[in-house]
């Protein structure tokens, strides 16, 4: 039973570019978190959605961030026109209900040269 | 307010000592709390979870509620250098667009050899 799958590991785009980040859940897990984890800071709460749904973005920039979870496919979280700022590491996680614990995928690393 | 403080340590223990890392968290709807352990470089990973007042023991983890103080402890007996990660306290609250996690900024172990 594969865990939260999250790719690519490590990310480098320039400024300007669009960074692409996928998750795929758990099996059996249809709601997906996506967290971003500054150096030295705790995880901030981005958005959250179920297939084809997007239930909670309070916590995502209003501009240039967007995130999907379609019918087929992972999830993703994507940054367009990405800044040094947007340097961090994006956790994706999954539980099968509203009420579980998360488990989350190994991350991804975006650098931004 | 933040939803979920703790104190950012860090917290230094000899190996063989009980570690104590504490999370106090503001909503009262709050539902259920959560431990998860984070190595550096890597994703968080749920240790415990508890839902009712009280102590919950799982192997060397001991996880204490008292809802009516919004407090929420993890005790780790006989500490070892592995333990050394920081630890980070999720507490889930019931929204509008379902339920929420919110976690605080972790705590760093030092177990000292």
């Known amino acids: 039973n594969a865990g939260v799958m999250q790719n690519p590991r490590h990310l480098v785009r320039r400024r300007g570019q669009e960074a692409r980040l996928r998750c795929s859940p758990m099996?059996?897990?249809?709601?997906v978190y996506w967290y971003r984890q500054l150096p030295e800071e705790g995880l901030k709460f981005m958005v959250y959605l179920q297939k084809e749904n997007i239930i909670d973005e309070s916590g995502m920039p209003k501009e240039r961030f967007s995130a999907e979870f379609p019918k087929e496919g992972p999830s993703i979280l994507r940054i367009q026109q990405v800044v040094r700022g947007d340097s961090a590491a994006y956790f994706c996680?999954?539980?099968?209900?509203?009420?579980?614990?998360?488990?989350f995928g190994s991350g991804t690393r975006l650098t931004v040269v | 307010q933040k939803e979920v403080e703790q104190n950012s340590g860090p917290l230094s223990v000899p190996e063989g000592a009980i570690a104590s890392l504490n999370c106090t968290y503001s909503?009262?709807?709050?539902?259920?709390f959560f431990w998860y352990r984070q190595y550096s470089g890597k994703s968080p990973e749920l240790i415990m979870f508890i839902y009712s007042n009280g102590d919950k023991e799982d192997g060397r983890f001991t996880a204490q509620l008292n809802k009516a103080s919004q407090y929420v402890s993890l005790l780790i007996r006989d500490s070892q250098p592995s333990d050394s990660a920081t630890y980070l306290c999720?507490?889930?609250?019931?929204?509008?667009?379902?339920?929420?996690?919110?976690f605080g900024t972790g705590t760093s172990l030092t177990v000292i050899p």
């Open positions: 996680a999954s539980s099968p209900s509203v009420k579980g614990g998360y488990t």
């Open positions: 099996k059996g897990h249809s709601h």
């Open positions: 999720a507490v889930n609250v019931p929204r509008n667009t379902g339920n929420q996690f919110y």
């Open positions: 909503d009262r709807g709050s539902q259920s």
